[in-house]
């Protein structure tokens, strides 16, 4: 019969050979995590601050009847009149670019139409996106209109009468990195 002494020096070496493996592979999976977490962080950031308002803008845009004359399109200011969820009330929606409190923006403001065209305020909806858009600081318009022949538009007192098209850019600060995309939006409810 053998008397039980404890564990042999090959024993101990073995045993904690296989711990040292197995808090390495938890260490390596948790970095793995961790690496994961931030990229998803990053994404998350991005989105909120550059993909939702360029697809959610586009959307809007693409639908539009007509741009109103007021307030006047500029490169930091868009308005235009749809009728968004078909229950055939005409809204206007006005896009621009605010900046307060140290924070730019990209501002929404949403206004039903009556039957004559005219505002029923107060406004029924203001969404607000990112905190950190460049676009003004680095002179890069959040819109730029094209006409039927793809020709950009310049003359910004010609925008509600021959735009059929509208490139959307937002810039801005992710990370301390700046990033930008644009998406360009057709009007399908316009004549060409």
Do not use: C
Not at 106 to 133: D, K
Not at 150 to 159: Q, Y
């Amino acid at each position: 019969m053998r008397k039980d002494d404890g564990f042999s020096l090959t024993e101990l070496i073995v045993s904690l050979t296989l711990l040292g493996f197995v808090l390495a592979l938890g260490y390596s999976i948790s970095q793995v995590v961790s690496i994961g977490q931030r990229n998803a962080d990053r994404e998350s950031r991005l989105s909120r601050e550059i993909t939702y308002p360029l697809t959610r803008i586009s959307e809007i845009l693409i639908q539009n009847s007509r741009i109103e004359a007021s307030p006047a399109p500029t490169g930091m200011v868009l308005s235009v009149r749809t009728d968004q969820d078909l229950d055939n009330v005409q809204e206007q929606h006005n896009f621009q670019l605010v900046t307060e409190g140290g924070d730019t923006y990209i501002e929404q403001r949403v206004f039903l139409l009556n039957t004559s065209g005219v505002r029923v305020l107060p406004a029924r909806f203001v969404a607000r996106w990112g905190t950190r858009v460049t676009n003004v600081d680095a002179g890069v318009p959040l819109f730029r209109y094209f006409d039927a022949s793809g020709a950009l538009i310049t003359d910004m007192s010609k925008v509600p009468n021959t735009a059929r098209s509208v490139e959307i850019t937002i810039r801005s600060t992710v990370d301390g990195r700046i990033v930008q995309d644009s998406v360009r939006a057709a009007f399908r409810n316009r004549d060409s």
